[in-house]
T-cell receptor
Framework: AQTVTQSQPEMSVQEAETVTLSCTYD???????LFWYKQPPSRQMILVIR????KQQNATENRFSVNFQKAAKSFSLKISDSQLGDTAMYFC??????????WGLGTSLAVNP | DTAVSQTPKYLVTQMGNDKSIKCEQN?????MYWYKQDSKKFLKIMFS???????INETVPNRFSPKSPDKAHLNLHINSLELGDSAVYFC??????????????FGPGTRLTVT
């Protein structure tokens, strides 16, 4: 069965510091996609970053980067130079060929001034 | 321009009523989804349509009925509302085919409160 596990329900970080959110997944597919979504208090779901499984290079979007370890089925998100606006719920998601996203339970991140 | 829009954003109604939530996307996507997010923030897929055809139908009570008049619209009708239906409902869309076909773009959500 396809699953996504986020083992950290809550995390906090000081402004300007770096934080890493963990995500592991399970799949039997060889080609798939992984995503991190952010849900701030406004409740809007925002795509932060995507990774295609066949690409070995880790995806990067400005201050957001991932550490994709395909053999370990690990997909962590690193946020550098944390900002107050990064305070949000972060969801890891996996998508296979049926276009259905499998979601983790989320990590609530608080950025403290 | 709003990419995925939902109306209404807030909906307060009494048990037993019937209500609808509308969703429209102007991204040219051919797949649309409905999700339910409960109070613990868990996201659960309910339905998905691809070019007006139902492709995902999770275990959802029959009181929930999606309708897709065209590939840019996916509405959700709920009959005989119950207290447990209180949640945030998200509409999303994605492209069909190609490398970016699985990333989904979300609407702002509709907070449904059943009293």
């Amino acid at each position: 069965a396809q699953t996504v596990t986020q083992s950290q329900p809550e995390m906090s970080v000081q402004e300007a510091e770096t934080v890493t959110l963990s995500c592991t997944y399970d799949t039997s597919e060889s080609n798939y996609y992984l995503f991190w979504y952010k849900q701030p208090p406004s409740r809007q779901m925002i795509l932060v970053i995507r990774q295609e499984a066949y690409k070995q290079q880790n995806a990067t979007e400005n201050r957001f980067s991932v550490n994709f370890q395909k053999a370990a089925k690990s997909f962590s998100l690193k946020i550098s130079d944390s900002q107050l606006g990064d305070t949000a719920m972060y969801f890891c998601a996996h998508a296979g060929n049926n276009r259905k996203l499998i979601w983790g339970l989320g990590t609530s991140l608080a950025v403290n001034p | 321009d709003t990419a995925v829009s939902q109306t209404p954003k807030y909906l307060v109604t009494q048990m037993g009523n019937d209500k609808s939530i509308k969703c429209e996307q102007n991204l040219g996507h051919d797949t649309m989804y409905w999700y339910k997010q409960d109070s613990k923030k868990f996201l659960k897929i309910m339905f998905s349509y691809n070019n007006k055809e139902l492709i995902i139908n999770e275990t959802v009570p029959n009181r929930f009925s999606p309708k897709s008049p065209d590939k840019a619209h996916l509405n959700l009708h709920i009959n005989s509302l119950e207290l447990g239906d209180s949640a945030v409902y998200f509409c999303a869309s994605s492209m069909g085919g190609g490398r970016a076909s699985y990333e989904q773009y979300f609407g702002p959500g509709t907070r449904l409160t059943v009293t």
